[in-house]
């Protein structure tokens, strides 16, 4: 039950942080005129939001940056293992984003530069993960309940799965309240796996990841008062992936997270097969949820069917322990 009370409390807490923080945020970035560039081959229905203030995912950081210092004091110090993840994350973003805004344009660093710095986090996550007493290099198999020491495959495999998946993430950052609710709703997975096997720490961290994100929806969701950006994405992404690999379940977030594994999904496969064919497309455009814009389907149509299929995959993970 104490696990539970982290959890609420924990959510509560930067709830109120993001969705207060938020509010006297705004007025800063306009004054810095730190607004979002719209890039000019996305859909022609985006360009009004061209100067719409960014980095609120400063904002989002700070919520759990607060729940996570005061649960501290309670739960011992193994929350900060996921919060230096997600700050690390976060800064690579925040460095991007910051390009961005000051140079009016919606190219930040460079595909090398910041790949660079995510391998350096990435390494970083999986050494001290598969070197902990606690996590080490045993995952949980969906459905079979079977635990598997991975040995030293683990290291790589995280390695890979920390980058996939905050890249797939910022890929799922592309419409009003689109990345906000989909990372509520798939971290709840993780915050009540966690109260369930009593991880206390674990429960505390996935409740700041719930709050924050749904103290953000209330200035994010369409029309957007505010982005997240790069800022948010990534670290939410590693706030996503580190929550997995501290309950042993990163082959979960596949399931939790199939939104995020579409989105990357369907990047890959327009360029695998764009390059193929010598110019032709699968999708009208990606990430995948811009092929759906394209079709003719409303923003808020698009984010509600995947807020729905986000809801109906973590049920199918419960399923799956």
Same mark, same amino acid.
């Given at each position: 039950m104490n696990d539970m009370r982290y959890a609420v409390v924990s959510l509560i807490v930067s709830f109120l942080v993001v969705w207060i923080g938020t509010r006297h945020f705004l007025p800063v970035l306009h004054k810095l005129n730190f607004g979002q560039a719209i890039r000019?081959?996305?859909?022609?229905?985006?360009q009004k939001k061209s100067g719409t203030p960014t980095m609120g995912g400063l904002v989002i950081q700070l919520g759990i940056l607060v729940a996570m210092i005061i649960f501290a004091f309670v739960v011992g110090q193994r929350v900060f293992f996921p919060l230096i993840s997600m700050i690390a994350f976060g800064t690579i973003g925040f460095i991007d984003d910051f390009i961005k805004v000051t140079k009016k344009?919606?190219?930040g660093l460079r595909a090398w530069q910041k790949l660079a710095m995510q391998f350096v986090a990435a390494a970083a996550i999986a050494w001290?993960? @598969?070197?902990d007493a606690v996590i080490g290099t045993t995952m949980i198999?969906? $459905?079979?309940?079977?635990?598997?020491?991975?040995g030293l495959w683990f290291y790589p495999f995280t390695f890979i799965a920390v980058v996939a998946m905050t890249n797939a993430v910022n890929l799922s950052d592309g419409l009003d309240g689109l990345c906000a609710g989909v990372t509520a709703f798939a971290t709840t997975?993780?915050?009540?796996?966690?109260?369930m096997f009593k991880r206390p720490e674990s429960a505390a961290f996935g409740g700041a990841v719930v709050g924050a994100?749904?103290?953000f929806l209330r200035w994010n969701s369409n029309p957007a008062d505010i982005f997240m950006g790069d800022t948010g994405s990534m670290a939410l992404g590693a706030a996503v992936i580190v929550s997995a690999i501290m309950l042993h379940r990163q082959l979960f977030v596949l399931i939790a997270g199939l939104i995020y594994v579409a989105e990357a999904l369907s990047v890959v496969m327009q360029v695998v097969y764009?390059?193929?064919?010598? @110019?032709?497309?699968?999708f009208k455009m990606t990430p995948i949820h811009h092929h $759906?814009?394209?079709?003719?389907?409303?923003e808020t149509r698009v984010v509600a069917v995947f807020w729905i299929v986000t809801i109906f995959c973590v049920c199918i993970a419960f399923l799956a322990m």
């Open positions: 000019e081959e996305g859909p022609k229905s985006h344009h919606n190219l001290h993960a @598969g070197t198999i969906p $459905f079979s309940g079977a635990t598997v020491d991975f997975f993780f915050m009540i796996v966690a109260v994100c749904l103290g764009f390059k193929a064919t010598h @110019g032709k497309r699968i $759906f814009e394209l079709s003719g389907w409303k």
